[in-house]
């Protein structure tokens, strides 16, 4: 049971903060349900029995908020090369509501943007999970939007750096089509 002014995170729509319980009649049955008000004054119905089958829980606290953000300056995890297979393993971490296995798709996600271009659908649930990223580690380290996007974007570019600028670099179109001579003698 959770109470107004709790903080919670919704699967697939993010954190946010519980802003009421109300009673409300639909489809002609009574119910309870949680009004929860979301990032971007979204507000979200959901009902109160339902809520943790559903994957409502409440935000992590500072000390797991530093834990995730370690996942993001580590190097990727194996994905599947096939983008259909990869978008339903993606799809499946993001309902999972573990912030864990959405900051790791978040930077997986982001290292095949920044390797090569990412499918329509994959550009999209980069955007959704780094959303319900950030609205989570808005209210877990009391920071603004802003602060919180310019980490995690940090983060993921100097992992990103450490881990695949390499490996980018060696594959570049100069690498590939104008060899280096090393006698000096480019006939």
Request: aromatic share 6%.
């Amino acid at each position: 049971m959770f109470n107004v002014g709790d903080k919670i995170v919704y699967p697939m729509h993010g954190a946010g903060v519980i802003d009421a319980i109300e009673e409300k009649d639909i489809l002609g049955e009574k119910q309870s349900y949680y009004i929860l008000k979301m990032p971007g004054e979204v507000k979200v119905m959901v009902p109160t029995a339902k809520a943790e089958s559903v994957g409502v829980r409440n935000i992590i606290d500072k000390s797991s908020a530093e834990k995730v953000i370690e996942v993001l300056e580590k190097d990727e995890t194996a994905m599947d090369k096939n983008w259909n297979k990869r978008y339903r393993d993606n799809m499946e971490k993001m309902k999972s509501g573990d912030i864990y296995e959405i900051a790791d798709v978040v930077r997986n996600l982001s290292f095949k943007q920044k390797e090569k271009r990412l499918s329509t659908g994959e550009k999209k649930m980069l955007n959704n999970a780094k959303q319900i990223l950030v609205s989570e580690l808005v209210l877990a380290e009391h920071a603004t939007q802003e602060e919180v996007e310019e980490l995690v974007d940090n983060k993921i570019n100097t992992s990103f750096m450490m881990f695949r600028a390499e490996d980018v670099k060696q594959e570049s179109i100069v690498n590939k089509f104008i060899p280096f001579d090393s006698t000096g003698t480019n006939d």
